[in-house]
């Protein structure tokens, strides 16, 4: 199945009318596995499961990436 995974962005970016070139500086802080992981499943609409196979690693390791890079993001949309 293509279930999405039970991760969702950070209230910050709903209250903040963020605009994309925001969004994506603030991406770009992230490590860089993490924030491709937030683009696919976030702007692309893949599964924790597609992106999973097709890095070759395990659905609970994009899992924790995507958790953890949300995580960060939320940090650092607080501090602009």
Do not use: D, W
Not at 2 to 23: G, V
Not at 26 to 36: C, D, H, I, R
Not at 50 to 68: D, F, H, P, Y
């Amino acid at each position: 199945g293509s279930e999405m995974c039970k991760e969702t962005a950070p209230e910050e970016l709903y209250e903040k009318k963020l605009t994309i070139q925001q969004l994506n500086r603030a991406l770009a802080k992230l490590p860089l596995k993490q924030s491709q992981h937030i683009y696919a499943h976030f702007f692309l609409g893949k599964s924790c499961r597609a992106i999973a196979m097709a890095e070759q690693v395990s659905v609970r390791a994009v899992q924790k990436s995507l958790r953890s890079g949300l995580k960060r993001l939320g940090k650092i949309l607080k501090e602009n």
